[in-house]
């Protein structure tokens, strides 16, 4: 294999693996407060990006993201509103249920607006023939804004949970959500918080990646997947893993085309999950602690 060859292949990994991450931390997010898997979570990255689409017809691209990103959270508001906030004391099982039908739901409701056509958000530097040669792979500029916004969100996220008041609120309705609340936590209201900002970073996603991977209304399922075996490999609740996981998977996916079809890609993600679950549940760098849900 030429070294150019090589880079076209490890570049892509990278940009596809970015993305992974970033549903993976959607993911983790919703886990660090409620303790369940919200399946829901690719669609919030479709809608962000179809949002973002529609809405740059009439107005500026960094006002329309902003728009898709504000209605995208309180999408993710509503539905936690309307469909969990609702439920006493609820299995993970029926959550987890619950979203994948709300996924469903959501994927119908884009099908009737949007119709089966691809779009995109233009590039927000250059266009889809701009590029910069690194190690003689042809890297499209896009890729690094990929690259700046899921650094900005694991930093942000790290220092929002572990060093902010709500932060901590969030993580202790995950530990305890009775305890939490005889503590003073209004729980439903993290909870809500955890929905609009999984659904906020996921719009966001959609719209900074749409210019490269083109944004359809059933797009979010197989994203839904790619994230789900992310967070599990890197370990639930942990994004810098989730980021790292994100990488091995994507470049894994990027260099198997040299030895198996294209159409078995996915087939290597859900591979990759199987033995994740079989040999270290708790996934590359997570604790013991999340290799079964909290409320089992």
């Not at 070294?3 to 596809?16: D, K, P, R, T, V």
């Not at 409701?109 to 949007?114: D, E, N």
């Not at 005889?182 to 900002?197: D, E, P, R, Y």
Request: hydrophobic content about 55%; some cysteine; aromatic content about 10%.
């Amino acid at each position: 294999m030429s070294l150019e060859l090589f880079s076209q292949y490890l570049f892509a990994g990278i940009s596809y693996g970015i993305i992974y991450a970033i549903v993976a931390i959607g993911f983790n997010i919703i886990y660090n407060t409620t303790g369940v898997i919200n399946f829901a979570q690719g669609e919030f990255l479709m809608l962000g990006g179809m949002i973002a689409i529609t809405c740059n017809q009439f107005m500026p691209l960094p006002a329309a993201i902003i728009l898709a990103v504000l209605l995208t959270m309180l999408i993710g508001a509503a539905i936690e509103m309307i469909f969990i906030r609702w439920l006493d004391n609820p299995s993970v099982l029926r959550v987890i249920i619950i979203t994948i039908g709300i996924s469903i739901l959501i994927r119908e409701v884009a099908l009737h607006i949007w119709g089966e056509n691809v779009r995109a958000l233009p590039y927000f530097y250059g266009n889809e023939i701009t590029s910069v040669n690194i190690l003689g792979a042809n890297v499209s500029p896009q890729i690094f804004f990929v690259i700046g916004l899921c650094s900005i969100i694991v930093i942000i996220l790290s220092l929002f949970f572990h060093y902010t008041s709500t932060g901590m609120e969030m993580r202790a309705c995950a530990s305890n959500r009775r305890a939490a609340t005889l503590c003073g936590i209004n729980a439903k209201n993290m909870v809500t918080l955890s929905f609009m900002l999984s659904a906020g970073i996921g719009a966001l996603a959609g719209a900074v990646m749409s210019p490269i991977t083109y944004t359809q209304y059933d797009i979010g399922t197989g994203l839904a997947i790619k994230g789900f075996t992310v967070a599990i490999f890197g370990g639930l609740g942990n994004s810098f893993a989730a980021v790292v996981a994100g990488l091995l998977l994507g470049i894994i996916e990027a260099f198997s085309i040299s030895v198996v079809p294209l159409a078995y890609q996915d087939a290597i993600s859900i591979a990759i999950l199987l033995l994740i679950l079989f040999i270290r549940p708790h996934g590359i760098l997570g604790s013991k602690d999340t290799a079964s849900l909290k409320e089992f």
